[in-house]
């Protein structure tokens, strides 16, 4: 049920701005608002005002002392973002004055609002979903041009259209075949076997589309994990400071330096990468500096994208005993050679590294960390992987954990049913692995929820939205 009380909360974040805004959403929100509110215009009050209006006038005490001269926009139900109504103050940007009309509102019948409540509110009240709703806390902390362009597609339904389409013919599949149940002895059929078939086809298609998707969808919500990998002193730190632009990683021409992983995110062309430098990879006898290699081939396997470092400046034969430590680990990976230091290489051993890394069957990028040359063309070769796995720009990419675990789950009980279906198992087998599936489809939307559910997402909100 919910909850009919006045809830009240400052939406802007804190700390000092020009301008904040207090939102105030319940049945009760015109009327409150009306205590505090003196509107320029003498005479007229906000009940009386039309929905998605402004009004300028001042925030007032009981005693009529002046808090704030003030902007109110204005929505009545149910055309607003909860479907109740809903009163926006936007004030300066004082932290007194924001809390003043805070504590005015709850003294005059408002409560504080719960973190997420807002948004909690327009589910309940049917104005979004549940994918939907948790789309804007993806859209409030998107950190890159790709997760906001993901977060914003999601929020717009682009989920959400796709599973109550193909919900909604499920359950009328559902329907007929436990309609054949109550004429069992009759042996009859109501629901067509083979337009079923070709539903869940399309059904598996689309449901296996999407988790296939949340590999990158998830990289693109925390930032792709590349790994920058080599032997020691092959300017793996000093290449990571220079995507980084700033000194995060110890500089040193002592070999072995970095013996841990060190991380920090980048954005590059609207796409936040996650750079991870590693511990050189060597033979070693080091026990802590073991520990760091162990970690840098368990980074290799996390990693979306692997910047393999050569050095230019040392003998093939050391680099060929680096890549041998390395062989077998870049399967299944967006991988570079980056061939470093090419200022100071002779001629014939950068053509020998070169035929080297061509021969991995990965690209090979020439560069000098050192003198900052030919970055914008490793750049560019990150944008491109991280556009490779990303699939078409229409496509709706997952991002949600929660929303993954429900679709593997509908992608198991959708197999059931295309192999009961084969196997012309009896309808009420495949009624209840069609009921199960429409069961995960629905907790995506939001359709069937608990109160243990909605507590977990909406906790996770920042109050005042």
């Given at each position: 049920m919910i909850d009919q009380n006045t809830i009240c909360a400052i939406s802007t974040s804190p700390g000092k701005g020009a301008v904040a805004m207090i939102r105030l959403s319940g049945n009760e929100?015109?009327?409150?608002?009306?205590?505090?509110?003196?509107?320029?215009?003498?005479?007229?009050?906000?009940?009386?005002?039309?929905?998605?209006?402004?009004?300028?006038?001042?925030?007032?005490?009981?005693?009529?002392?002046?808090?704030?001269?003030?902007?109110?926009?204005?929505?009545?139900?149910?055309?607003?973002?909860?479907?109740?109504?809903?009163?926006?103050i936007t004030c300066h940007g004082s932290q007194f004055i924001q809390q003043s009309i805070l504590q005015l509102l709850v003294n005059c019948g408002a409560r504080?609002?719960?973190?997420?409540?807002?948004?909690?509110?327009a589910f309940l009240n049917g104005k979004m979903d549940l994918s939907q709703a948790e789309a804007v806390a993806d859209l409030?902390?998107?950190?890159?041009?790709?997760?906001?362009t993901v977060a914003l597609k999601q929020m717009k339904g682009g989920i959400s259209d796709e599973i109550i389409s193909l919900r909604k013919k499920l359950l009328d599949f559902t329907s007929l075949v436990e309609l054949e149940l109550d004429f069992g002895e009759e042996d009859v059929e109501f629901a067509d076997r083979d337009a079923l078939n070709k539903l869940i086809s399309t059904i598996l298609q689309l449901v296996t589309r999407l988790t296939d998707s949340f590999l990158y969808g998830n990289a693109i919500k925390n930032g792709i994990p590349v790994a920058i990998v080599g032997d020691t002193n092959v300017g793996k730190s000093t290449l990571l400071?220079?995507?980084?632009?700033?000194?995060?990683?110890?500089?040193?021409?002592?070999?072995?330096?970095?013996?841990?992983?060190?991380?920090?995110?980048?954005?590059?062309?609207g796409i936040q990468f996650r750079f991870i430098d590693t511990a050189g990879i060597r033979?070693?006898?080091?026990?802590?500096?073991?520990?760091?290699?162990?970690?840098?081939?368990?980074?290799?396997?996390?990693?979306?994208?692997?910047?393999?470092?050569?050095?230019?400046?040392?003998q093939l034969n050391e680099t060929i005993k680096f890549m041998t430590y390395l062989s077998?680990?870049?399967?299944?990976?967006?991988?570079?050679?980056?061939?470093?230091?090419?200022?100071?290489?002779?001629?014939?051993?950068?053509?020998?590294?070169?035929?080297?890394?061509?021969?991995?069957?990965?690209?090979?990028?020439?560069?000098?960390?050192?003198?900052?040359?030919?970055?914008?063309?490793?750049?560019?070769?990150?944008?491109?992987?991280?556009?490779k796995f990303q699939g078409s720009d229409s496509d709706v990419v997952l991002t949600n954990l929660r929303h993954y675990e429900a679709f593997l789950k509908a992608r198991e009980a959708l197999l059931r049913i295309r192999d009961g279906l084969q196997n012309n198992i009896s309808g009420d087998f495949l009624s209840q692995d069609i009921r199960e599936c429409l069961h995960y489809l629905g907790e995506i939307t939001g359709e069937i929820s608990t109160d243990e559910v909605l507590g977990n997402i909406f906790k996770n909100f920042c109050i005042g939205k």
């Open positions: 929100a015109i009327p409150i608002a009306e205590k505090i509110f003196k509107p320029l215009k003498k005479g007229k009050t906000l009940k009386s005002e039309k929905s998605n209006t402004t009004h300028y006038g001042g925030i007032v005490d009981k005693n009529g002392n002046l808090i704030d001269d003030v902007i109110i926009a204005l929505f009545h139900a149910p055309h607003s973002y909860t479907g109740e109504n809903i009163i926006e504080l609002a719960r973190p997420g409540e807002f948004t909690q509110r409030i902390a998107a950190s890159s041009k790709a997760a906001h400071n220079l995507l980084l632009q700033e000194d995060r990683a110890i500089v040193s021409e002592i070999a072995g330096t970095t013996r841990d992983t060190i991380e920090d995110v980048m954005i590059i062309d033979a070693t006898t080091d026990t802590i500096e073991s520990i760091g290699i162990k970690r840098a081939y368990k980074k290799i396997e996390q990693a979306d994208i692997v910047l393999v470092m050569l050095d230019a400046s040392v077998g680990h870049l399967t299944d990976k967006f991988a570079a050679i980056v061939i470093n230091k090419i200022d100071i290489a002779d001629k014939k051993t950068l053509n020998e590294l070169t035929e080297l890394g061509n021969s991995t069957g990965f690209p090979t990028l020439l560069i000098s960390a050192g003198k900052q040359r030919n970055i914008d063309e490793l750049n560019q070769f990150l944008v491109s992987s991280a556009h």
